[in-house]
């Protein structure tokens, strides 16, 4: 059996054991604050002697980076996607078979544009017969407007021989038979005034329901042609050429990508940092950046994420920006000052909160709690650090708060 293996597996064990379980200890004794009794010295193992020693000999060495607080523009950061700013799927309103030929999906369309065309069928009879129903209507007018005037000059002669009888009957030159004649005969004119007044409504009546007969016999007409409401791409092809369409079917989808949204949901945490009017922009997944404008922010929370829906406009002239692009979305807000660390200088207390290790007078390590605001590609925007601070950059997980130590410093990254 070799002894040297063994004795260095022991030696190795102790310093791991002092290293981890009993570094607080340790620490202090080799910075001098504790000494080191007889009944101490027999508790250690010689073999640890040297390693004490060591310690004993130098305090624990780090490398600093001393930062300064920068202005930097406090931007919301979200993570979205593009969406059209308009989708419709353009449906027939009548039942026809189908006489054009469709347009492939991609094709870009402008405003009215046609996209589906329908068979007439009878209906072009339909509209004929109901103007000519229109014309026999207007044409009973005079009639029923003549009678009307009949009618009223037979009243105007009962009331006048009535008014004869009345005056003559008071002078006993007419009986009182003659005065009950004329005003039966009054009564007789104003029943003929009424029907004719009543055959001219039902004969006016009449061309307003022929009219309306037209109007939706024309209005059917235009149905037969299915044009596009505003200008965009169609997502998928126009419905085919001699297929059947019934109410309600879809011709063809259109979406419309200039200007396109940039969608995102702010937490309610962060919901009073973002204004309608600010200027916003995102990074695409092909690298590309947009700018635009928040032209909509949700007042209702969503009821499963407890976020608001934020909407940004972006020129897309070109239409390159697709709809459902991910995209990360940055919208700008007050300023505040903020240091700019490696984003291995971070680490956490052991109440788990996320911090540094800076260095205080007298070269003492403490921790400091920061709030993250921005990961960035040169390293990560913290505050929470005053407007000046000497941070542990390499070192920090291996000292703690109160310990001495002997910093190495090193200029900030550009």
């Known amino acids: 059996m070799r002894i040297v293996p063994f004795l260095t597996a022991i030696v190795v064990t102790a310093m791991l054991y002092l290293l981890v379980m009993e570094r607080e200890t340790l620490m202090a004794f080799a910075i001098g604050e504790q000494e080191i009794t007889s009944e101490d010295k027999t508790d250690i193992p010689a073999a640890d002697a040297p390693a004490m020693a060591a310690l004993a000999q130098s305090m624990v060495k780090v490398v600093v980076q001393t930062s300064e607080a920068e202005e930097i523009d406090s931007a919301v950061l979200l993570r979205g996607e593009t969406e059209a700013a308009r989708q419709v799927e353009v449906r027939a309103e009548t039942t026809a078979q189908v006489i054009s030929e469709p347009l492939r999906r991609g094709t870009f369309v402008e405003a009215g544009q046609m996209l589906c065309t329908l068979d007439p069928g009878t209906r072009h009879t339909v509209v004929a017969q109901a103007q000519a129903d229109l014309a026999n209507a207007m044409a009973q007018v005079p009639q029923a407007e003549a009678r009307v005037k009949e009618a009223q000059a037979r009243l105007n002669e009962a009331l006048i021989n009535d008014n004869v009888a009345t ?23 104003e029943a003929g005034v009424e029907s004719a007044r009543s055959g001219l409504e039902t004969t006016q009546a009449g061309i307003r329901a022929a009219e309306a007969a037209v109007a939706a016999a024309e209005k059917e007409i235009e149905r037969l042609i299915i044009t596009a409401p505003f200008a965009g791409l169609l997502e998928n092809d126009t419905a085919e050429l001699g297929s059947l369409m019934s109410a309600g079917a879809t011709c063809g989808t259109i979406i419309q990508l200039d ?7 702010v937490p309610e945490t962060q919901v009073h940092r973002v204004a309608l009017g600010s200027l ?12 635009g404008r928040v032209t909509f922010l949700s007042r209702s929370a969503d009821p499963q994420t407890r976020t608001f829906r934020v909407d940004i406009d972006v020129a897309n002239a070109d239409m390159s920006i697709r709809d459902g692009q991910t995209a990360d979305i940055l919208i700008a807000s007050a300023g505040s000052k903020a240091h700019l660390l490696p984003g291995s200088a971070l680490t956490l207390d052991d109440q788990g909160d996320l911090g540094v290790r800076v260095i ?4 003492v390590v403490a921790f400091k709690a920061v709030t993250l605001m921005r990961d960035t590609a040169e390293g990560v925007w913290v505050t929470g650090l005053g407007d000046s601070a000497d ?6 997980e291996y000292v703690v708060d109160g310990v001495t130590v002997e910093p190495t410093y090193r200029e900030a990254s550009k």
């Open 259 to 265: 200007p396109i949204k940039v969608v995102g949901y």
């Open 167 to 189: 005056k003559l009957s008071e002078t006993g030159y007419a009986s009182e038979t003659r005065v009950a004649a004329t005003q039966a005969a009054v009564l007789s004119a």
């Open 391 to 396: 941070v542990i950059v390499v070192g920090q």
């Open 360 to 363: 205080e007078e007298g070269n």
């Open 280 to 291: 916003a922009g995102a990074r695409l997944t092909d690298g590309r950046e947009v700018r």
